[in-house]
């Protein structure tokens, strides 16, 4: 009679980890929907949820256009339109007119062995000076699948 007592409760518990199992998955499902529909609704506030707005943007100004870019842009810090660093200005590209044409970024590697440096067309960045930042619509992963730039003397 004992092998039966240790049975019975050995069944309720099987029991009632199976319906733990079959609600589980309805549970995940429900959950899952969730934040699905909150990333969705993340989605649609994405550009709301950019540091720099754009009023921002308007009262910046196309890097090509920065009068002194050597100077001027040397110190400035590079991001995102997130926020994102992108990197370190290394140097200013300046072309005969006295404009910038490209900016040389030290960026970190994926394998974070070494870093390079790219070339990115000033053209792409826009300069906001009351916060002495470049910002560029470029993601890090952008600038990781760019080719090394050439190295200036």
């Known amino acids: 009679m004992t092998p039966k007592l240790f049975l019975v409760p050995a069944m309720a518990a099987a029991m009632l980890m199976c319906t733990a199992c079959d609600k589980r998955p309805d549970q995940a499902a429900q959950n899952d929907a969730n934040p699905m529909n909150s990333s969705t609704e993340m989605g649609s506030s994405a550009p709301t949820s950019a540091k720099f707005s754009a009023d921002d943007m308007a009262k910046g100004q196309v890097a090509t256009d920065v009068a002194d870019p050597q100077t001027t842009l040397a110190s400035a810090s590079v991001e995102n339109q997130q926020g994102e660093s992108l990197g370190q200005i290394k140097s200013i590209t300046v072309g005969g007119d006295g404009k910038a044409q490209a900016v040389n970024i030290e960026v970190a590697s994926v394998t974070g ?3 390079k440096t ?19 619509s470029l993601a890090k992963s952008d600038l990781d699948s760019m080719p090394e730039a050439p190295v200036q003397q």
Not at 118 to 131: E, G, I, N, W
């Open 118 to 136: 790219v070339a990115v067309d000033a053209s792409k960045f826009t300069y906001l000076p009351d916060q002495n930042v470049l910002v560029a």
């Open 113 to 115: 062995m070494a870093n």
